[in-house]
């Protein structure tokens, strides 16, 4: 069977089979050569051997030739064709066991959601070159194969925190020297994955969700320190989604990706990690739309409404004031 490893410290992961050493491969899907090139870049950088880049729409044609260990789909913009060919690549992917990483826009967002339902995805928003190379590192630690210690879920929290602060840290140096090779960064060797905490449900009745326009106020209560301080200083990506999805589940709403993208106060990239993270870890669930496939929610999760609901009653009843 194959195994991935390195040869040594510094020098491109590879496959092994026996004796035989084979280069990780990166499949690249777009036709902004711009764009393209600097994810070929990337890849190199990152030690991934680049095939020819193709159209998104090559997929619908036949085999569609043979995918990567790593597959990249740049989509900005939809339309039928491309919505059908990335269906098609998140059936391929998730049968492959490849990682997939597709950059987007946020008028996108949403279809590009709905259409990956298998493969579990990076989504990248903007498609900012710092953020890709997050999503290389990502893409790696987790191909099949690689022997990672499996962190508790306070660690993997504090490494996707870690992940953010790359970003940010790589997005002021680019400003800095707008001409310096971005290809030097390399994210964190590990999957940003939260630990899932198997945790049965109390016995006791569970209190009711409390009244949206409570959480409206906490909300807006929250978005008034941004007046006065950086917003940064205040970022809590996972309670604020925790608190819109509350307040959506209590008015018998659903929500879409794009719109708890907002919801979490941070950049749409980095809302859409936290948003996966959570899902896998089994905070959040991923909802199809039973009328149109091609779409998906976010909602809470029993485990964590039943969280959520005793979290509030808890502070109605010792009077405290929620954060």
Request: glycine share 6%.
């Amino acid at each position: 069977m194959a195994q991935l490893a390195y040869l040594h410290e510094g020098v491109e992961p590879v496959r092994t089979e026996g004796d035989a050493v084979f280069a990780l491969t990166l499949s690249l899907f777009g036709e902004d050569q711009r764009r393209i090139s600097h994810l070929a870049e990337d890849a190199r950088a990152a030690g991934l051997a680049v095939g020819k880049p193709r159209p998104l729409e090559s997929l619908l044609e036949g085999s569609g030739g043979v995918l990567g260990d790593v597959v990249v789909a740049d989509c900005p913009q939809i339309d039928a064709g491309k919505l059908a060919a990335l269906i098609r690549l998140d059936e391929r992917v998730a049968r492959a066991g490849a990682r997939l990483i597709v950059a987007t826009s946020a008028d996108a967002l949403d279809d590009v959601f709905g259409c990956l339902e298998r493969s579990r995805p990076q989504i990248l928003i903007g498609a900012q070159r710092a953020e890709g190379l997050v999503a290389m590192g990502a893409a790696l630690a987790q191909l099949p194969g690689r022997r990672l210690r499996e962190d508790d879920g306070e660690e993997r929290m504090l490494l996707l925190r870690l992940t953010e602060q790359v970003v940010r840290i790589a997005e002021k140096l680019d400003r800095l020297a707008p001409g310096a090779d971005g290809g030097a960064l390399r994210a964190p060797d590990r999957p940003f994955r939260p630990a899932e905490e198997d945790r049965e449900f109390l016995r006791r009745p569970r209190p009711p969700l409390p009244d949206p326009r409570l959480i409206k106020q906490i909300v807006r209560d929250r978005r008034l320190r941004s007046k006065y301080f950086a917003e940064e200083l205040f970022a809590d990506p996972a309670w604020d989604i925790l608190l819109d999805l509350t307040m959506a589940r209590a008015e018998h709403r659903r929500v879409s990706v794009s719109s708890l993208c907002i919801a979490a106060g941070v950049p749409p990239t980095t809302a859409l990690r936290w948003v996966a993270q959570m899902v896998e870890s089994g905070l959040l669930e991923r909802m199809q739309d039973q009328e149109d496939k091609r779409r998906a929610f976010i909602a809470l999760s029993d485990r964590s409404a039943d969280a959520m609901a005793r979290y509030f009653a808890e502070i109605k009843s010792s009077r405290a004031s929620p954060i």
